[in-house]
């Protein structure tokens, strides 16, 4: 029987009673489907993964992306990505939402944790959706104007010259996204992946989204899993 365990006011859920080495059936994917549309952000305890179960399990979800860092990629299974010390794949450490230097950007990110270190390694999620509803309207509605120009992060110096080329063209984004399913709207930027905000210079537009970022991300809509 699938359980959904909310676990924050503001988002996040625990979801029990399923075996993710299993198939899943129309019905567990559509409520599962729902309950990331609804939480925004869903975990699973206790499931032990090949990477072919595991990229069966992203699939309840969409199809999967093939991530534009090749040198991380899993060897065989290039549809999962390492995040690996010992490859110098490093975790991020700023706010940030997944490949927005995508021109159709990921409908969720998938973390599974094979080895982790004995402190730290925890993971937090902001609902951007309260984040928006957070600010003043005449800031919203300036919000709802403005689009992003998107690239590869700069600080990755072992990005391939391929993966440049194929992933490294501008693409361009609003600030405020509407979720297919929900029908909410998000405050959505990646900022270093933002090259500029159209009309601003780089500088300004780093300032304003730093700010941004400062003024949203509260306690009350940030989600920190150990």
Request: aromatic residues 6%.
């Amino acid at each position: 029987m699938l359980r959904i365990h909310p676990l924050h006011p503001s988002l996040g859920a625990e979801i029990s009673g399923i075996d993710l080495s299993r198939p899943v059936d129309d019905a567990t994917r559509d409520a599962l489907s729902r309950a990331l549309a609804e939480h925004l952000a869903l975990v699973f305890h206790d499931q032990s993964l090949t990477p072919e179960q595991y990229l069966a399990t992203s699939e309840i979800f969409g199809p999967p992306m093939r991530q534009h860092y090749s040198q991380h990629l899993m060897p065989g299974f290039p549809d999962i990505g390492l995040v690996w010390h010992r490859n110098g794949q490093r975790p991020a450490e700023r706010w940030h939402t997944d490949h927005t230097n995508r021109e159709c950007p990921p409908a969720a990110t998938m973390l599974y944790g094979v080895e982790i270190p004995s402190a730290g390694g925890g993971t937090s999620v902001a609902n951007m959706r309260a984040a928006y509803e957070g600010l003043p309207a005449q800031e919203r509605a300036r919000l709802d104007t403005l689009r992003t120009v998107n690239s590869l992060d700069d600080d990755h110096p072992d990005t391939r010259a391929e993966d440049r080329e194929k992933y490294g063209k501008p693409i361009v984004h609003p600030m405020v996204r509407t979720h297919p399913v929900h029908g909410s709207r998000a405050v959505y930027f990646h900022i270093t992946k933002t090259k500029c905000i159209e009309g601003m210079t780089t500088e300004a537009s780093k300032t304003y989204m730093n700010d941004l970022l400062e003024r949203m991300i509260q306690p009350g809509i940030v989600y920190y899993h150990a």
